[in-house]
């Protein structure tokens, strides 16, 4: 079955606790991205990454890092995190353009 | 830049009512459209999609036409049901320096009475 996980689910941290949510996928795609979901903005895309080795910014990627260094994994970090980064985050991974994506479950972050 | 715009929510409907949500999108070139559906506590989910101008999308009961004239595509169900609420996002997607570029309206939710 085609999946993308996401782990953990929920967390609850502090100001500037280094903390990483970790992304799978188990379809061999390439293109896997990041996005954050807030009440009125809708979903903004942190990072994305076409392959491994190759990330690149999307629209908010500030405070945030991520890493490629498997085809089927795609962390991201909060170095220092924030409480504006609490969110709802989603890991998507796709096929090709214009293909669709699949996102993760979630991950609800709260930042005390 | 580009953008997506959907009709403000909530929207509450009857079961077995018509159900229409708006989507209007600014772009260059020639974009791909999607609905995805998100069901509580859950992530987004394609519903359908059209890849060029008068495709018609259909899944699970809904369809969209993408209307290059008016820029639209609008999602529509002839029966809801109570199974049917969520919040759904329109969205876009362009081939963009050889990544895909995403667009996501701001989503719009439906709850559906019984």
């Known amino acids: 079955e085609a999946q993308v996980t996401q782990n953990p689910r929920y967390l609850i941290t502090v100001t500037g606790k280094k903390l990483t949510v970790t992304c799978s996928q188990n379809m061999n795609h390439e293109y896997m991205s990041w996005y954050r979901q807030d009440p009125g903005l809708g979903l903004r895309q942190i990072y994305y990454s076409m392959n491994v080795e190759v990330t690149d910014k999307g629209d908010v990627p500030e405070g945030y890092k991520v890493s490629r260094k498997e085809k089927r994994n795609f962390p991201l970090i909060l170095e220092s995190p924030s409480p504006n980064q609490t969110s709802l985050y989603f890991c998507?991974?796709?096929?090709?353009?214009?293909?669709?994506?699949?996102f993760g479950p979630g991950t609800r972050l709260t930042v005390l | 830049g580009d953008s997506v715009t959907q009709m403000e929510g909530p929207v509450t409907l009857s079961e077995e009512a018509f159900l229409t949500i708006n989507c209007t999108y600014t772009?260059?070139?020639?974009?791909?459209l999607f609905w995805y559906v998100q069901y509580p506590g859950e992530g987004l989910q394609l519903l359908l999609k059209?890849?060029?101008?008068?495709d018609k999308g259909s899944n699970k009961g809904f369809e969209a036409t993408y209307r290059k004239e008016t820029t639209s595509f609008h999602l529509e169900k002839g029966s809801v049901q109570v199974s049917d609420s969520a919040v759904y996002f329109c969205a876009l997607s362009k081939s963009q320096g050889g990544s895909e570029k995403l667009v996501f309206g701001k989503g719009t939710k439906l709850t559906v009475n019984p």
């Open positions: 998507a991974t796709t096929g090709g353009p214009y293909m669709g994506q699949f």
């Open positions: 772009a260059t070139g020639y974009p791909s």
């Open positions: 059209a890849t060029k101008a008068d």
